[in-house]
Structures are given as structure tokens and as C-alpha cells.
């Protein structure tokens, strides 16, 4: 298995109860960095 360390830029998670925004927000957050959005729960 080969892995990759290496990271571009800063890695920004977000917490907190159901319904409160999460996705949301993490969205609208990566839209407007222009940061690639990863649902983890989607995993």
C-alpha cells in the first residue's frame, strides 16, 4: 500500500450536533476558499 503525505493547504473540519448546519456551511466554506469539500459521512 502506498501513501502520500504530502498535503496541499490546510485541512478545516467542522462539529456539532444533527441539523445544526454542518454541511451546510462546510459547502458554502469550500466554495468560497475554492478547497475541494470531503462529506465524510459519506465515507
Known amino acids: ?3 502520500d ?3 496541499e493547504g490546510p485541512i478545516i ?3 456539532g450536533p444533527a441539523g445544526s448546519g454542518k454541511s451546510s456551511t462546510a ?3 469550500a ?3 475554492g478547497f ?3 462529506d465524510s459521512g459519506a465515507l
Do not use: E
Request: net charge positive; proline share 0%; charged share 45%.
Open 13 to 15: 473540519t467542522l462539529d
Open 36 to 38: 475541494r469539500h470531503l
Open 27 to 29: 459547502k458554502a466554506v
Open 5 to 7: 503525505s504530502r498535503r
Open 31 to 33: 466554495k468560497r476558499l
Open 1 to 3: 500500500m502506498r501513501t
